[in-house]
């Protein structure tokens, strides 16, 4: 019932951005992107502070007008539409809940200031939607985070909008809130059906979770786009490689093809990748490997067969996270690797200042061109994708 009474009118609507440019006065926001959103999809904008994607999020809204370019929704130019006339909704980051009035009139007050049938049994439905229905009769300030990010939700969900901006929601949620919301976000996306989710985020995690889709975005353009697993295990440019996760980068040169397979030299070690996992197949090249796929290689212990191994290298530091441990290993012409291992055990694999080799399966591997992005030696990200992942070949 709830869900039949949100459903967005008329179908889903593709949300298409043709040449957007957005320019204030000589910087760039926004760089003559063209990008299209299917209709109830769940669709991610991932990238850093400053590339662009709330200034794109604001042109949907219509809270910026671009310099050059279109916006269409289902097909209409609503370039220059006013904002309130868009069949767009956003989720702020900041709930602007209206403190003086209970959860159920906050979401009931747009439909009432239009004066729309049904407003109250439509609110309650969005409530419902969101599991906040016996709370109806509360004041906000008797919320939680997480309530009252609910309440925000609903709010913008009651309107049946055919396009739900949600421009960073879970970014003033502590980590526990924030995972659940992402289930939730998901599940109340599914059951609205029609809708169109624009997610903006800087979190990789939240974006790969939630996201059927995922558009990384840097310096006002889109890097690449595709479903999170695919950007994750082929990245096609080391600013993706290592903003979505981590990788090891190590440069070399292209010195053969064969059966399938590209040879590249690296520091006097011959390393394997598939031909089909590289951007080019000659000249310079960056060999990629997250650090998940490698393996700790303990002297004396054999590596797993058909690997690439590089060392011996030195333990620089270990990092305890829970569900893995972190090894930082200098390895001679190679720099410091990075290695992620699940803790199956009782205690650490390595210990500071051990020798280790590092291995992994060639099939692991990948190759872009272009420069590493520089790094501190001890530089680690708060939400890395594929921390707990597995260590198989």
Excluded at 74 to 80: E, I, P
Excluded at 199 to 225: K, P, S
Excluded at 281 to 291: A, E, F, K, T
Excluded at 350 to 368: D, I
């Amino acid at each position: 019932m709830a869900a039949d009474l949100l459903a967005a009118p008329g179908g889903g609507r593709d949300l298409e951005l043709v040449g957007i440019t957005k320019r204030f006065g000589e910087a760039v926001a926004v760089d003559d992107l063209s990008l299209r959103m299917p209709a109830g999809s769940f669709f991610a904008l991932l990238g850093p502070s400053g590339c662009g994607k709330t200034t794109m999020l604001r042109m949907v809204a219509g809270l910026e007008v671009p310099t050059a370019g279109q916006v269409l929704i289902g097909g209409d130019d609503v370039t220059t539409t006013r904002p309130y006339r868009r069949p767009v909704n956003t989720v702020f980051q900041s709930y602007a809940l209206f403190p003086h009035l209970d959860v159920l009139e906050n979401v009931a007050f747009g439909l009432r200031r239009r004066r729309e049938r049904n407003a109250e049994q439509r609110a309650m439905a969005a409530l419902d939607m969101v599991e906040l229905g016996p709370l109806a009769r509360r004041r906000p300030t008797r919320l939680s985070g997480g309530q009252q990010q609910r309440v925000a939700l609903a709010r913008a969900l009651v309107n049946n909008p055919a396009v739900l901006l949600l421009d960073e929601p879970l970014g003033a949620l502590d980590l526990k809130l924030r995972r659940q919301m992402q289930v939730e976000l998901k599940r109340i996306q599914d059951e609205v059906g029609g809708t169109t989710f624009v997610h903006v985020t800087h979190d990789q995690e939240e974006a790969m979770t939630m996201a059927d889709t995922v558009a990384v975005m840097n310096a006002g353009r889109i890097e690449q786009l595709g479903p999170p697993q695919e950007l994750y295990d082929l990245p096609r440019t080391p600013f993706v490689a290592n903003f979505l996760g981590r990788s090891n980068l190590l440069p070399g040169t292209v010195v053969e093809e064969r059966d399938g397979l590209l040879g590249v030299d690296a520091a006097g070690t011959r390393l394997l990748v598939p031909a089909d996992r590289a951007v080019a197949r000659s000249g310079q090249v960056l060999v990629g490997i997250r650090p998940e796929k490698v393996h700790l290689v303990a002297a004396g212990a054999d590596e797993p067969a058909d690997s690439t191994v590089l060392g011996p290298g030195t333990v620089a530091d270990v990092s305890f996270s829970g569900v893995s441990t972190e090894y930082l290993v200098d390895v001679a012409g190679y720099g410091r690797m990075s290695v992620f291992t699940q803790n199956l055990g009782a205690g650490p694999g390595a210990m500071v200042g051990e020798q280790v080799r590092l291995a992994w399966s060639p099939r692991h591997a990948f190759v872009l061109v272009g420069d590493a992005p520089a790094a501190g030696p001890l530089e680690r990200e708060a939400a890395t994708v594929g921390a707990a992942g597995g260590t198989g070949p």
